[in-house]
């Protein structure tokens, strides 16, 4: 086992889409996702599957005027990457945020498949 091994390739495209996301720039977003990407609610719902669906499920959400993810920290092995967020969003509700656990396998520099588990959101009082 090599303690050395670089994981940087892996936590590029994770840390390029969260920056995307912010900005709420959609085709910077899609440039981190593979064609065929699958995007799942934790454990195995899939939500969206290839890039189109994904892109057309963050259209909507980057209308949303409070939209954004803070990383709170950062784990790679391999070509695993699971990043712990707290996002900020704009629920039916009302503004709030939410615990986020996501988990991203990158296959040739892009994120291949996406599990996220969210918390229960906390509404801005």
């Known amino acids: 086992m090599n303690a050395n091994v670089d994981t940087s390739d892996a936590t590029r ?3 390029g889409q969260l920056e995307a996301y912010n900005a709420r720039d ?3 977003f899609m440039r981190f996702w593979a064609d065929d ?3 799942y609610a934790f454990p195995d719902q899939l939500l969206a599957n290839g890039a189109a669906e994904i892109r057309a499920r963050h259209i909507v959400r980057f209308q949303e005027p409070d ?3 803070k990383l709170l920290k950062r784990m790679a092995v391999g070509t695993m990457v699971v990043d712990q967020e707290t996002v900020t969003r704009t629920f039916p509700e009302g503004p709030g945020e939410v615990d986020v656990l996501a988990i991203y396998e990158i296959n040739n520099g892009k994120i291949a498949k996406a599990w996220f588990k969210m918390g229960e959101p906390r509404l801005f009082v």
């Open 67 to 69: 939209l954004q993810g």
């Open 37 to 39: 990407c699958q995007y």
């Open 13 to 15: 495209p994770v840390q």
């Open 26 to 28: 959609i085709d910077a």
